[in-house]
């Protein structure tokens, strides 16, 4: 009770305040609450997600009809425990990302007891049925529902809670991936797409703190498990952009193939429960066949970066993975597409090696570049994240003397993507997911806007902005300084916003602020 008392939100520690020591040093504490839990819950759930994947190329190597019965039996129970799961908990279906981006936005009001329960079992259900989805996003959601979890503790402000939920979510793909840099950079590029003192504090604190329970206590390693030792020359530069418009291209596919798949499976008319049933029992039937497309792919990716396959080969790598991809997440299941953006993107760099080497143009040295850059490529494509592309690619890989090589191709398939106007995949999840405003579209709700240095609204009064509808600036921090916005105020470069406006003019309003 005291440990609550003392950091319970109040004039002197309310993080809408100026940024005084005692705010700091109770953000860091609370930071490091959070990432020790989620550290160690996300890391409980990729070792067992892993251990389901052996357990069941294990039990799967049995075909004889007893085992065969039994394992369909236990598929079919699983894929109906799945969707009670999801029943009780809807918004732990799905990657995550995007419920937690919403719940930044004040959209989605998260029940973390219930979704992180419902993400858990759920997860491991379906990763031990080989479904073709991750455990970043699920991890995300995870330390997400923690970090809401910690913030009830000590009676949080709503600002405190969401900064809290932010820093949960960072330690979630911390542990998933052991990258804590790139867990952190996640979410100021993803999910808050800008930076803050506040934010940046706890975010950082948690996701180191993830990696220390991580790598420490449980002895985890960056989960592709593989480096490139050798730099690529500069003179197969010019075959990188190759693989960059590939990828650019195959992350426009992908996110477009997700979100029919989506569609296709709101359009069956079965219940609930029995298209649950029977997508495990698909799922099952592909893995009699081959487990080579199962799971995350966390193993395939380093055998791409290190074994030669052929191009049909690969190619049907690809494909297949994209499309078993798109029908296991259509399903709603609780699984993400972080991991298989990569497994596809690997097989792509791989496809366009295999194709140049068959040509003669490139030797077989080089491999390991090629997947790793095409990555990268996918990653920027499909999530429109290429800081957090790059960045997360050499962090897993431990290679960033190829940062050269990898940006080029990150930035191509980047550019590649924006002229074919796709969004990131997890904001046309989000659009999916909120649908039009119902009837609460009336409520208050609140986000943080930064100026940019280079702005068209920098110098500018505030009485002659032209405001989206019932939008409010609520205050002022310039230079660790509260201000109160008058109609003569006038804003300057780096000044933080708080702004309030309705639940259903908030992505108007939020977009006014990133266009300025």
Request: a neutral charge.
């Given at each position: 009770?005291?440990?609550?008392?003392f950091?319970?939100a109040?004039p002197?520690?309310d993080v809408?305040?100026a940024?005084?020591?005692?705010?700091?040093i109770?953000?860091?504490i609370?930071g490091?609450?959070?990432g020790?839990i989620?550290?160690?819950f996300?890391?409980t759930?990729r070792?067992?997600i892993q251990?389901?994947?052996?357990f069941r190329k294990?039990?799967?190597?049995?075909?004889?009809p007893?085992?065969?019965?039994?394992?369909l039996?236990?598929?079919v129970?699983?894929?109906?425990a799945?969707y009670?799961l999801?029943?009780?908990?809807?918004?732990?279906?799905?990657s995550?990302?995007?419920?937690i981006?919403g719940?930044?936005m004040?959209?989605?009001d998260?029940?973390p007891?219930?979704?992180?329960i419902s993400?858990y079992?759920?997860?491991?259900f379906n990763?031990?049925?080989?479904?073709?989805?991750?455990?970043?996003?699920?991890s995300?959601?995870?330390g997400?529902a923690?970090?809401?979890?910690?913030?009830y503790?000590f009676?949080?402000s709503?600002?405190?809670?969401?900064?809290l939920t932010?820093?949960g979510?960072a330690?979630g793909l911390t542990a998933?991936?052991?990258?804590p840099?790139?867990?952190?950079?996640?979410v100021?590029e993803e999910?808050?797409k800008?930076?803050y003192?506040?934010?940046v504090?706890p975010?950082?604190?948690?996701?180191l703190?993830?990696n220390?329970?991580?790598?420490?206590?449980?002895?985890?390693?960056?989960?592709?498990?593989?480096t490139v030792?050798v730099?690529?020359?500069i003179?197969?530069?010019?075959y990188?952009?190759l693989?960059g418009?590939?990828?650019?291209?195959l992350g426009v596919?992908?996110n477009?193939?997700?979100?029919l798949?989506?569609d296709?499976?709101?359009?069956?008319?079965?219940?609930g429960?029995?298209k649950?049933?029977i997508?495990?029992?698909v799922?099952?039937?592909?893995?009699y066949?081959s487990?080579?497309?199962?799971?995350g792919?966390?193993?395939l990716?380093g055998?791409?970066a290190d074994m030669?396959y052929?191009?049909?080969?690969?190619?049907?790598?690809v494909?297949?993975?994209l499309?078993?991809?798109s029908?296991c997440?259509?399903s709603?299941?609780?699984g993400g597409i972080f991991l298989?953006m990569?497994v596809?993107?690997?097989?792509?760099g791989a496809?366009v090696?295999?194709?140049?080497?068959q040509?003669?143009?490139v030797g077989n040295?080089y491999?390991g570049?090629?997947?790793?850059?095409a990555?990268?490529g996918m990653l920027?494509?499909?999530m429109?994240?290429?800081?957090l592309?790059?960045l997360?690619v050499?962090?897993?890989t431990n290679?960033f003397?190829?940062i050269?090589?990898?940006g080029?191709v990150?930035i191509?398939?980047y550019?590649?993507a924006?002229?074919c106007k796709e969004?990131s995949?997890?904001?046309s999840l989000?659009?999916?997911m909120?649908?039009?405003?119902?009837?609460t579209?009336?409520?208050?709700?609140f986000?943080?806007?930064?100026i940019p240095v280079i702005s068209q609204?920098t110098?500018?009064?505030?009485r002659?902005?032209?405001?989206p509808?019932?939008?409010?600036?609520?205050?002022?921090?310039r230079h660790?300084l509260?201000?109160?916005?008058?109609?003569?105020?006038?804003?300057e470069?780096?000044?933080?916003l708080?702004?309030s406006?309705?639940r259903?003019t908030?992505?108007?309003a939020?977009e006014?602020?990133?266009a300025s």
């Amino acid at each position: 009770m005291k440990l609550r008392k003392f950091f319970a939100a109040s004039p002197g520690h309310d993080v809408m305040n100026a940024m005084t020591m005692g705010t700091i040093i109770s953000l860091v504490i609370k930071g490091a609450i959070v990432g020790a839990i989620a550290g160690f819950f996300a890391a409980t759930f990729r070792y067992l997600i892993q251990w389901g994947e052996e357990f069941r190329k294990a039990y799967m190597a049995h075909t004889d009809p007893v085992s065969v019965a039994m394992w369909l039996g236990l598929m079919v129970i699983l894929g109906y425990a799945c969707y009670r799961l999801l029943k009780w908990a809807p918004l732990s279906g799905g990657s995550g990302i995007p419920q937690i981006e919403g719940e930044m936005m004040g959209i989605f009001d998260m029940q973390p007891y219930r979704t992180f329960i419902s993400k858990y079992f759920g997860g491991v259900f379906n990763g031990l049925c080989g479904f073709s989805v991750g455990r970043e996003g699920p991890s995300v959601q995870l330390g997400g529902a923690i970090g809401k979890i910690v913030s009830y503790f000590f009676r949080s402000s709503l600002r405190e809670q969401r900064i809290l939920t932010s820093a949960g979510a960072a330690a979630g793909l911390t542990a998933a991936f052991s990258a804590p840099v790139s867990g952190a950079i996640f979410v100021f590029e993803e999910v808050h797409k800008s930076f803050y003192p506040v934010l940046v504090i706890p975010t950082f604190t948690a996701a180191l703190m993830s990696n220390f329970v991580t790598s420490f206590l449980f002895g985890l390693q960056p989960s592709l498990g593989f480096t490139v030792w050798v730099g690529m020359p500069i003179t197969y530069f010019s075959y990188l952009l190759l693989v960059g418009v590939v990828t650019g291209f195959l992350g426009v596919i992908f996110n477009r193939s997700i979100l029919l798949f989506k569609d296709l499976f709101g359009r069956v008319k079965l219940s609930g429960a029995l298209k649950m049933i029977i997508t495990f029992l698909v799922v099952t039937a592909i893995g009699y066949d081959s487990q080579v497309l199962l799971g995350g792919g966390n193993s395939l990716v380093g055998e791409l970066a290190d074994m030669p396959y052929s191009v049909w080969i690969l190619a049907g790598i690809v494909v297949g993975k994209l499309l078993l991809t798109s029908f296991c997440f259509g399903s709603g299941i609780q699984g993400g597409i972080f991991l298989p953006m990569l497994v596809i993107g690997a097989g792509a760099g791989a496809f366009v090696h295999a194709a140049l080497q068959q040509a003669s143009i490139v030797g077989n040295d080089y491999l390991g570049n090629f997947v790793i850059c095409a990555m990268a490529g996918m990653l920027a494509a499909a999530m429109r994240t290429p800081l957090l592309s790059i960045l997360l690619v050499l962090e897993m890989t431990n290679s960033f003397h190829s940062i050269y090589a990898v940006g080029l191709v990150a930035i191509t398939s980047y550019l590649i993507a924006g002229l074919c106007k796709e969004p990131s995949i997890y904001d046309s999840l989000l659009e999916l997911m909120a649908g039009s405003p119902d009837d609460t579209e009336a409520e208050q709700t609140f986000f943080e806007a930064k100026i940019p240095v280079i702005s068209q609204i920098t110098g500018v009064p505030i009485r002659e902005l032209t405001l989206p509808r019932d939008t409010i600036i609520v205050s002022i921090c310039r230079h660790g300084l509260h201000l109160v916005p008058l109609s003569d105020t006038v804003l300057e470069s780096g000044d933080e916003l708080y702004v309030s406006c309705r639940r259903g003019t908030l992505k108007e309003a939020k977009e006014y602020f990133m266009a300025s």
